[in-house]
């Protein structure tokens, strides 16, 4: 089973928008589609689990584009924005070289490598958190050091560690992408505990994860 990725970050983006209350019965995700009684949000996630008629299968794009437009007609509603400063562009342009390298050293896409130091530190070669996670793709000293990172603030070194720790993590979740990024905020083992192995059981159990990490993965995914 797959979901759209556009319908994965419009989802994430309405279920973290302060101005709705999805619990309620009134929430635009719990409310029944037009096509029955199904919500907006089950039909979403059960969209290619029909059968393989030819039937079934002629209907998907059409529910996919229904929905779609349902959720960005919701998603104006939320006035969720995740600005990006002038300076990202320059940024990505500056460290463009190191990210092409490191996306086909390791097999991740150049444009995710983008998103996540975007998020990270807004190309900020110099960002420390005070948690102690440093350089563009803040990297803890002891995750960098089992990259082979000897110096967190070298934008060569740490973009390919960050992105070498990314391409496990995409691995161990096999491509499941949301969900490498929520292990690349919380950590695996957080993300292991709650059970969620791939991008539809994240979106349905999204309330497991901490809101921060809630959060990182919807700006990701707006910024790439």
């Given at each position: ?53 030819s039937d ?18 919701l998603s ?148 790439r």
């Open positions: 089973m797959s979901i759209d990725p556009r319908i994965i970050k419009t989802l994430l983006q309405l279920q973290l928008a302060p101005s709705l209350d999805f619990q309620a019965t009134s929430s635009p995700l719990n409310a029944a589609t037009g096509s029955g009684s199904a919500s907006l949000f089950d039909t979403l996630l059960t969209q290619y689990m029909s059968d393989n008629s079934s299968q002629s209907s998907v794009p059409v529910q996919t584009a229904e929905a779609l437009a349902q959720l960005s007609s104006g509603m939320t006035n969720i924005s995740f600005n990006s400063s002038s300076t990202s562009e320059a940024g990505s342009s500056e460290y463009a070289s190191l990210i092409e390298q490191a996306s086909e050293k390791y097999g991740v896409d150049a444009s995710l490598i983008e998103a996540v130091i975007q998020t990270e530190s807004g190309f900020r070669a110099d960002a420390e958190s005070s948690a102690g996670a440093k350089g563009l793709m803040q990297l803890m000293d002891g995750t960098a050091r089992g990259l082979g990172v000897t110096n967190s603030f070298d934008p060569a070194q740490n973009i390919d560690g960050g992105t070498r720790y990314l391409s496990f993590l995409l691995k161990k979740y096999d491509g499941n992408e949301q969900v490498a990024l929520a292990a690349y905020n919380a950590g695996p083992g957080r993300v292991d505990r709650t059970g969620i192995k791939t991008n539809e059981q994240l979106i349905a159990n999204l309330e497991a994860l901490p809101e921060e990490t809630q959060r990182y993965v919807a700006k990701v995914l707006q910024a």
